[in-house]
């Protein structure tokens, strides 16, 4: 398996599909300083199962608002382009991350679970530390172990030599990955991000969310990325068989202004709001 090319590998996954258009638009428009309301509503309204799952989430106990919100417009006004950003990216790989990831022994829905949870550390990490892209953060949390949907479907057999070695080896599971696959989730994860023209940030953070300390174009990004990740994991969110095997990089988390009283709190203000996220999420 190790002989077949990383590129070929992701190029294979014909169930695994591309961003949809409406959300490459609508990550552009809640770029632009130009964009309107309307012009969202625009966007969002083309697809009409988006647009129900937008206004599902918009009118959830989450969000509390007192009167029923009728139309995207609404929703767009009252949450703000950035939240508005993050419902759309979420209700668009939500399908994909909620599947059984056999070769990490993750059941059905596990992974979506601990890929929503690091998205909310995620977000709180970047407050903390004053990172201003909070919902950059949101995004990458979110996506970061999309590469682990793609290796579960086509090295499944493998799994259980990469298990061995880590255990025989005493290595982080990532490095046996390397070994016997010749790559690992995490660079996966990278090309599925840039196969979905996702910026160059987002594409860093995706891939060395394990190695922030490889991160050239926005590290901080990267960093909050990996210390969400394992915040999700010590709440106990997807550890699945791998989950419990990853070092946490202690220099980059200093160099980025992430003090353990940082994941402290950002772990405890997560746990109290867990519940109100699968109301929101289902």
């Not at 059941?107 to 550390?121: C, D, I, P």
Request: glycine share 8%.
């Amino acid at each position: 398996m190790g002989a077949l090319n990383l590129n070929e590998l992701v190029a294979k996954v014909d169930d695994l599909p591309s961003l949809p258009l409406v959300v490459t638009q609508v990550l552009r428009l809640t770029d632009d300083p130009e964009a309107t309301p309307e012009d969202l509503n625009k966007v969002i309204t083309t697809d009409q199962n988006l647009t129900a799952r937008v206004l599902r989430l918009a009118n959830s106990a989450y969000y509390g608002f007192a009167r029923r919100i009728g139309t995207v417009t609404e929703a767009v006004i009252l949450l703000g382009f950035n939240t508005i950003r993050n419902l759309v990216m979420a209700a668009s790989v939500s399908h994909i991350l909620e599947r059984e990831v056999t070769g990490y022994e993750l059941a059905r829905g596990e992974l979506w679970h601990h890929s929503l949870t690091a998205a909310m550390a995620a977000r709180l990490l970047a407050r903390e530390i004053r990172y201003r892209a909070h919902e950059q953060a949101f995004i990458a949390g979110l996506l970061h172990d999309i590469g682990k949907v793609v290796l579960s479907l086509y090295v499944s057999g493998e799994f259980q030599e990469i298990i061995r070695r880590v255990q025989e080896e005493n290595i982080p599971f990532m490095a046996a990955e390397a070994e016997v696959l010749g790559f690992h989730h995490a660079q996966v994860g990278g090309l599925v991000a840039e196969k979905w023209n996702l910026p160059r940030e987002l594409v860093e953070a995706v891939s060395f969310h394990h190695h922030p300390g490889q991160a050239q174009v926005d590290p901080r990004l990267t960093t909050i990325t990996h210390a969400a990740d394992a915040v999700s994991l010590m709440l106990g969110m997807g550890v699945g068989v791998d989950g419990l095997l990853y070092p946490l990089d202690a220099g980059c988390l200093e160099a980025s202004g992430l003090q353990p009283s940082h994941l402290e709190k950002v772990m405890a203000a997560v746990g109290d709001s867990l519940g109100d996220s699968e109301a929101m999420w289902g």
